[in-house]
């Protein structure tokens, strides 16, 4: 996994996990409040149509191009359908046309045309037209030799374009009630300051992924499933790029068939975040959901069985 290219980022070691970060000052953090704020609605249907309202309403206050991380698995897919029914007409040309669209995650090393992968999701739910429409498309890449290399000139193109200006999250469960955010695992050693990560990928993390994936509708074929259960790695988007994102907007729609997600957004809302800057760093270390609580502008969007 040692890249042959000369990049310019830095990169950084922790245990078996590699984590790149733009050279520059440390980003100082702290708790954003003392109460997360959440939105409850009625079903998927109209979570989606929120976060498609949160596009919208971010596009009408920033000119010219905008730079959005797609969300995967469930949490968007009712806005993801709504954008390619859109993008059928000529109604929302002018705003898919301002668009630099990233994924966020990814398993490596895997083919791209596997069933399994973000991007052939991502195809199915948003069509054709929305491709052919927005400016540009920037997947992370998993068919190659050289998956670090290809991460960094996948950080170096998001920076070009001047960071991130919409981050879509959602809200992944793990052991004791944790969380992660993308796929930043408990315990993986992601600093604030880390952009994009490859950490060894773990049982729980490969099992979430299949099921969220098969729930969701993808075709997934046994020689996909047999390939993905081969990957060795997670590609991720980390700390230092979700909270570099002018706004977030969270959504959480199936508890009902990750029910672990429960527990988890209960430890994630009631946690006492410390002021003290090493405790908050090794907080967020042992739950990385927690992110969103550092953050100055999130939009979280929730079902009502996330909190019955």
């Known amino acids: 996994m040692e890249s ?22 440390q980003r100082a953090t702290t708790p954003s409040g003392a109460i997360f704020r959440y939105n409850v609605l009625e079903n998927e249907q109209a979570v989606g149509e929120a976060m498609l309202n949160e596009l919208i309403g971010y596009a009408g206050e920033k000119p010219g191009d905008i730079t959005m991380v797609l969300l995967g698995g469930r949490g968007a897919q009712a806005m993801y359908r709504r954008i390619a029914e859109l993008a059928e007409t ?6 898919l046309g301002r668009l630099n669209v990233f994924t966020q ?19 199915r739910l948003l069509g054709p037209n929305f491709f052919a429409k927005i400016k540009s498309f920037t997947p992370m890449i998993t068919e190659t030799d050289d998956i670090e290399r290809e991460l960094a000139a996948y950080l170096e193109n998001l920076n070009s374009l001047g960071g991130i200006d919409l981050f879509f999250l959602g809200l992944g469960p793990e052991a ?7 796929y930043i695992k408990p315990g993986c050693g992601a600093s604030l300051d880390d952009f994009v990560g490859i950490i060894p990928i773990s049982e729980t993390i490969l099992e979430h992924h299949i099921a969220k994936f098969k729930v969701g509708g993808s075709a997934i074929s046994e020689a996909d499933e047999a390939e993905c259960r081969n990957a060795k790695y997670i590609l ?34 009631e946690t006492e ?4 800057e090493s405790e908050l760093a090794r907080q967020v270390d042992e739950n990385p959901g927690l992110l969103v609580r550092l953050h100055p502008d999130v939009r979280s969007y929730v079902l009502p069985d996330l909190i019955a």
């Not at 000529?90 to 705003?95: M, P, V």
């Not at 230092?240 to 209960?266: E, H, M, N």
């Open 273 to 276: 975040l410390s002021t003290d």
């Open 176 to 182: 004791e009630a944790a969380s992660h955010l993308c």
């Open 4 to 25: 042959s290219a000369k990049m310019i980022v830095d990169r950084r070691v922790s245990e078996n996990n590699v984590w790149l970060r733009l050279p520059q000052e």
């Open 105 to 123: 995650d990814a398993l490596a090393p895997m083919r791209m045309a596997n069933g399994l992968s973000f991007v052939r999701d991502f195809e």
């Open 236 to 269: 991720t988007l980390g700390p230092a790029a979700i909270l570099s994102a002018k706004r977030i907007v969270q959504s959480i729609v199936d508890a009902s068939t990750a029910p672990g997600k429960i527990p988890s957004f209960k430890r994630l809302i």
């Open 90 to 95: 000529t109604e929302i040309d002018e705003l």
